[in-house]
């Protein structure tokens, strides 16, 4: 996966940071399940084909507390069964890899309308002219809203933007259809042996396209704002949610949550001094 974004030594939002840090589940999870997956095969393989053939998985497999009757299939079933497992697991990735692009976007676009100027009344909030200029970005569909943020802040979103189109095509296939194919999907993706009725078959490569994809997108609207300004426009938003979470709280202690709760206590993600939260949100420090 390709890890183009901020240097080493710039400010990363925390709303890219919790992005990343979701991708990096994602891609555990997969391969938590692949090296599961066969190390079931292995400790099957370890039994003699006679027990191995008469007997379910979950009686055969030197598993405590298990519950035995979840894989109360042979393991000639298994090792048919296994590969397609994993194939819907990788569907259901790509729809919380879109998902978690998606809140990323939102967010950002908010942040770019604040830097832009189109703040509301508070610094956690859009004023109305600015939520209009977003709003065809604060849509579900990824590739339509990427579109539309290189046309408003002219940033280039790179070559692999044109494989989001159908990563979210296969997102909602995955979401509202169950994985299956119909006539609207196989319009949009091109498949090779499967046909309308046929369940999606995603592969690791394929995969990991619209994986990387998602992830190189994100990472250069990161960089659309510059550090200086992004990093401004996101410690006012946090620390606004902090006091309308809690009016009562001083400078110091929102100050506090903010380095506790969100990753700010050394640069460059650092929190404003508490002397600078008071002044900013007319609060007392001690």
């Not at 100027?117 to 579900?140: F, L, T, W």
């Not at 296969?170 to 196989?186: S, Y």
Request: glycine share 6%; charged share 25%; net charge positive.
């Amino acid at each position: 996966m390709a890890l183009l974004g901020p240097k080493a030594d710039e400010y990363r939002t925390y709303a890219y940071r919790t992005f990343k840090s979701e991708f990096s589940n994602l891609n555990r999870l997969h391969w938590f399940f692949s090296y599961a997956s066969r190390r079931v095969e292995t400790e099957i393989n370890s039994v003699s084909e006679t027990i191995a053939s008469t007997r379910f998985i979950g009686d055969i497999l030197p598993a405590n507390n298990f519950a035995s009757k979840s894989l109360g299939i042979t393991p000639a079933k298994f090792a048919l069964e296994v590969d397609e497992h994993i194939e819907h697991l990788r569907l259901v990735l790509l729809v919380k890899a879109c998902a978690a692009a998606e809140d990323f976007i939102h967010k950002y676009c908010q942040y770019w309308a604040i830097s832009a100027g189109y703040v509301g009344h508070k610094q956690n909030k859009v004023n109305k002219i600015g939520n209009a200029i977003i709003a065809p970005a604060m849509i579900s569909n990824i590739a339509k809203s990427t579109t539309y943020i290189e046309e408003l802040t002219s940033a280039s979103l790179g070559p692999k933007k044109g494989t989001l189109g159908p990563a979210y095509d296969l997102r909602c296939a995955a979401a509202h259809n169950g994985g299956i194919i119909d006539h609207e999907i196989l319009k949009k993706v091109q498949f090779s042996g499967i046909d309308i009725g046929d369940r999606i078959k995603l592969g690791w490569h394929e995969f990991h396209r619209y994986i990387d994809a998602i992830f190189d997108v994100c990472s250069r609207i990161e960089l659309i704002i510059n550090p200086t300004t992004r990093h401004k426009v996101e410690v006012n938003w946090l620390l606004q949610d902090i006091f309308d979470r809690d009016p009562s709280l001083d400078a110091t202690s929102a100050r506090k949550i903010l380095i506790d709760n969100y990753g700010y206590g050394s640069s460059p993600s650092s929190a404003p001094s508490k002397r600078k939260i008071a002044a900013i949100f007319n609060k007392p420090y001690s």
